[in-house]
Structure formats: C-alpha cells, structure tokens
C-alpha cells in the first residue's frame, strides 16, 4: 500500500533559525496536504497543492510540491515560539481512494 | 458554527471490553473519517462514512466497526479491546465530492482511549 515518510523524525532550533520537514511518498500522488498538530492539541490543516511543481506561501511557511508529485516540503523561514508542534504530510493517490496517507510527522521545537 | 465534536473526552477500558466513540461533524459536512493516533505516531485511516455508509477502511480488523446516522453524525466502535488499541482517536468531517480530490479535513479534538 501507499507508505508516506517524513524527515526529520525531530528538529531542534534556536528562534530565528530556519526549518525544514520533508515528505516523500512510495507512489505518485493526486495532491498532498499539511497539517500542523500542537502539543495535546489535535491536526489543523495548513494547504493543500495539487499541481505538480506547485510552490505556495503563507507568511513564513512556503510548501512546494515535486515535479513527480511525489515529494513535498514545508520550510519556515526565522522560526518563532509559536510553530512549536508536530507537522505532518498527507497524501491522497486519487481517483478511487477516498484515504489520505499520513507521514509520522516531524516534531519541532524551539528554542527561546 | 460549531466545529467537529467528539465525546467523550477521555477514556478508560480493560482488555475484552467494547468502546463507543461519538463524532459531530462541522455544520455543513457530510462525510466522516476515523484515524488513530498512536502516540509519537501520524494518524492511521480507519475508515471512512459517507451517506450512512462504509466507503472505505483502512488497514484495520474487523474488531473496528462504525455507523453514520441521517443527521451525518458518526459513532467507532471497537470490540475486543486489546493494550494495542490505547490512542487516541480523531474524527474529521469533510464536504466530499464524487470522485474529486478530498476537501480540507477538519479534525475533531479526539477521544484518548486508555486500555488496561
């Protein structure tokens, strides 16, 4: 079955260092979405890309999607306290499925 | 507008005993997913109702049944609770579709099950 995996597993930075999780899929994927869980907290969904290429941004955080489409990465630009939390990838293959796959997450920490 | 509700909140189970979980959707959606959460771990896809019906299910056993009511509201069961089964479960609604790629899930505040 489709397998999502995330790296890193864990990422410790100072505030104002940059950060990046990445994401790569077993299988070509219909779209991939982001999610980001706070500690106790349940997932929020970020953005979804869809086409292949396909760059986004919101504020500090810039996702883009692989020429493939199967690969994706989140980058957050001068990390501040507040982007403490896990962040996970989720896959969907399309057509068919009506399952997202999600990645074990990489888990950020900040350091004030 | 009320957001994805879950209850309870927490709980706790022995071995062999059976499990209700509740799941609200957000007002407007009509399709609700189940995950499992392991600890450290990413959510796990249970299944999927949409219509008052299973349209998918994930890698899980039988043990891991549910139910959508007319008004989209869903319940998980699970029989024969195993230690293996202590996480935490997420519900999450969408506005789904046919055969279009899936809309934001919007995830509920789950219920941690605790088996002993």
């Known amino acids: 079955g489709q397998q999502v995996m995330q790296i890193p597993q864990y990422q410790h930075v100072q505030e104002g260092e940059d950060f990046t999780t990445y994401c790569n899929s077993s299988t070509t994927l219909s779209n991939i979405q982001w999610y980001k869980q706070r500690p106790g907290g349940h997932p929020v969904f970020l953005i979804q890309l869809v086409k292949s290429g396909e760059v986004k941004k919101q504020k500090r955080l810039t996702f883009q999607f692989g020429e493939a489409k199967k690969n994706s990465s989140l980058h957050i630009t001068a990390t501040q306290t507040t982007d403490v939390g896990t962040y996970f990838c989720a896959g969907w293959s399309g057509a068919g499925s009506y399952q997202l796959t999600f990645g074990k997450g990489t888990k950020l920490s900040v350091i004030p | 507008d009320a957001g994805v509700t879950q209850s309870p909140t927490h709980l706790i189970k022995t071995r062999g005993q059976q499990v209700t979980l509740r799941c609200s959707p957000k007002?407007?959606?009509?399709?609700v997913s189940w995950y499992q959460q392991a600890l450290g771990q990413g959510p796990q896809f249970i299944f999927q109702?949409?219509?008052?019906?299973?349209?998918q299910r994930g890698n899980f056993p039988d043990r891991f049944s549910g139910h959508q009511f007319p008004n989209y509201s869903s319940e998980l069961n699970v029989n024969a609770l195993l230690l293996g089964d202590s996480a935490l479960y997420l519900c999450a609604s969408s506005s789904r579709r046919r055969l279009m790629a899936p809309d934001t899930q919007y995830f509920g505040p789950g219920t941690r099950l605790t088996v002993l």
């Open positions: 109702y949409y219509e008052e019906e299973e349209r």
């Open positions: 007002s407007g959606h009509d399709t």
